[in-house]
């Protein structure tokens, strides 16, 4: 049983584990996404989410104790400019973790894990989404209430003059090629 066990060991020594955490924080940091095991995403998920909160408050301290833990000079210079002022305003939950298949050579599940205010892809798609339902429900809305009106009378006047429909396409079709000389000049 595995009573009060938080973190997963992932089969490595302490000083193995936080070295690998940390180089792939680093990684997740510089690049936005990376993929990875399930198992992993899911442990650095819990390494780098407290960073990127310490990383809100841009101070001499929250630098050197975010330092500590990434080990690249890089990695948190790019916490601090790029990454802490687009996710100032949101309160948790700074990474996306996507489920991709299985790995060919040793079938294991592999993930995508991501920052989630850096992915321009999934922005852009909620927005068109939020805009696309709104707009149908005010163009259904409209277009029944007026339609039945304005195809009744339209339905009953072409039904009586059937014949007459008949003898318009003949015509319509000498026409069109007269129509056409001009544009294609």
Do not use: W
């Amino acid at each position: 049983m595995r009573h009060n066990r938080s973190i997963n060991h992932l089969g490595r020594k302490s000083g193995h584990r936080k070295a690998m955490l940390a180089n792939m924080a680093c990684s997740l940091i510089m690049h936005k996404r990376i993929e990875t095991t399930v198992a992993k995403a899911k442990a650095l998920r819990m390494y780098v989410e407290p960073l990127i909160t310490k990383s809100k408050d841009d101070s001499t301290h929250s630098r050197r104790t975010v330092f500590s833990y990434l080990k690249q000079k890089e990695a948190v210079t790019e916490l601090f400019r790029t990454v802490a002022p687009k996710i100032g305003d949101r309160p948790g939950g700074y990474t996306r973790i996507v489920k991709t298949g299985f790995r060919a050579g040793d079938a294991a599940d592999m993930a995508i894990i991501e920052l989630v205010d850096f992915n321009e892809a999934a922005l852009a798609a909620t927005k068109k989404e939020a805009k696309k339902p709104a707009t149908r429900r005010s163009r259904k809305s409209a277009p029944k209430a007026e339609a039945p009106k304005a195809e009744a009378p339209a339905k009953e006047a072409p039904a009586k003059e059937a014949p007459k429909a008949a003898e318009a396409p003949v015509e319509a079709p000498a026409e069109e090629p007269a129509a056409e000389a001009p544009a294609a000049e």
